[in-house]
């Protein structure tokens, strides 16, 4: 298994912000691309956000888009994603992942998952 460390979920009122961090140095592979993605209580696991490491480019889930960003630094090699005006749906484990190939917010493509960290919005 390889080594991804999710960190900065928690609890916070709708309209809140969150950051989380995904520390990648404890992992050797080849990470052409990485992402977010949650597991709501009762739902299937759904990719958020995704990014290619070469570039830079993002992908975003509708239901995300314009709240959250995805981003990395390659001096800490941890990739973050910053979450604002959090509303309720937006509760949930989340994990972050790495692939080589694939469709990016097809679950099953992201091969490679870390712990998970949990983020809960309520009023």
């Known amino acids: 298994q390889v080594p991804l460390v999710e960190s900065g979920g928690g609890s916070v009122q709708p309209g809140g912000s969150l950051r989380l961090s995904c520390e990648t140095s404890?992992?050797?592979?080849?990470?052409?691309?990485m992402a977010w993605l949650r597991q709501a209580p009762g739902s299937e696991r759904e990719v958020v956000a995704a990014?290619?490491?070469?570039?830079?480019?993002?992908f975003y889930a509708d239901s995300v888009r314009g709240r959250f960003a995805i981003s990395q630094d390659a001096t800490k090699n941890t990739v973050y994603l910053q979450m604002n005006n959090l509303k309720l749906e937006d509760t949930g484990v989340y994990y972050c992942?790495?692939?080589?190939?694939?469709?990016?917010?097809?679950?099953?493509?992201?091969?490679?998952w870390g712990q998970g960290t949990q983020v809960t919005v309520s009023s």
């Open positions: 992942a790495t692939a080589l190939r694939g469709t990016w917010n097809r679950p099953g493509d992201w091969e490679h």
């Open positions: 404890g992992y050797t592979g080849r990470r052409a691309f």
């Open positions: 990014i290619a490491v070469r570039n830079g480019n993002p």
